[in-house]
């Protein structure tokens, strides 16, 4: 395995951008490119009224000039006017048409409920750009609600090569095998027995003991958490922090490599080379950092781009301690939520976090986490094996 750096080790936080952004603002405030670079920057912090009156603003000054027509539709469909969302595309595509413009207004359309529009839209967009599995979700996601498995299979079938094998692609299948009564071929899919592997990290000498790794590694994390805005009901998660400079986290990673690559090569003895495409040459190691307490919990999903994800446990709550306490615990195998009540045919795997443990499984198989309901923090590292071409 050829490991390259990704994006995310040479991001800029997005707390940081932010402020730089708002400093140039301030220094001026009339010019329409200013205006889009703050109201891009709100928009992913998430603040999407505020975004969309900058980038309205700049329309109105330059309209000319005016660039920033897919992400004012993305603010328009999160507070709900679709409508607006849909102009604001037409009048994009006028200029230009765009995958960024097909997949707003995708978005609006499945907002509206015109799903078959949106798919539409999206199984074009797809054929333009074959990088991007968010687009793929929207086209499977409503399929996945509903009973008709034929379909959802035949859907999966038919996507451009590049998507065709990918975790989410995967992911879809095994539902649709189950809501066919082919459950053999959804179990094989969703082996959370044989395809999960939990191995013990043993940091170097020189941080003296695992407990002293893992509080040097929480500190790092927690020093740099995203702004308010980000954080849901005891839930923070960041893709953006800058933890390439943590010397911690830069140990954990080659840990996590290494691990990943042993775990690979097992893939025939567990027959998960069975059920995935070859192992990629090339990789990254994408990652974040997800900080949990209360009634936090990171929803039912998969990861789109991963080929093998993994989650390292820095922290737990010190009141998890009893094992018959599934408080906590990574959940694999159940996408009752996301199907909106379909009862999986395969097997539901609750792994209890240990702090210094490595989980390792297929990026397509569903997991969710257990709410700690505790005022203290678990700290957990995620990250995904992402083949590169």
Known sequence: MQ???????????????????????DKDPDDPHVIQRLGEALKKCSEYREAAELFESALRRAPEAFSSWALLAHCYSF???TDDALETCRRGEETGPTVDLYC????????QHRHDESQAVLLAALEMDDSRPGMLALVLSPLAKGADGARLLAICDELPAAYRYGSLARAHRAIAFGRLGRTDEARQLMDVEGYVSIVPFEPPAEYGSLEKFNATLSADILTDLPAPSHIRDGVNIDYDQDLHRSEAFGVLRQFVAREVVAYLDRSAATGLAEVMPPCPEVGSLGGASTVLSGTGRNGQHVHPRGYVSTVYYASIPSDLGDPSDLRGSLVLGPCDQYTRGYEACWDTRYVKPRAGWLVIFPSHIYHDVVPT???????????????RV
């Open 3 to 25: 490991w390259v750096k990704t994006r995310s080790d040479m991001i800029v936080p997005l707390t940081v951008n932010l402020a730089l952004t708002r400093a140039a603002f």
């Open 79 to 81: 507070l709900g006017r």
């Open 373 to 387: 309901q505790s005022q203290e923090v678990r700290i957990s590292v995620p990250a995904d094996l992402v083949p």
């Open 104 to 111: 707003e207004r995708a978005r609006a359309l499945a907002r």
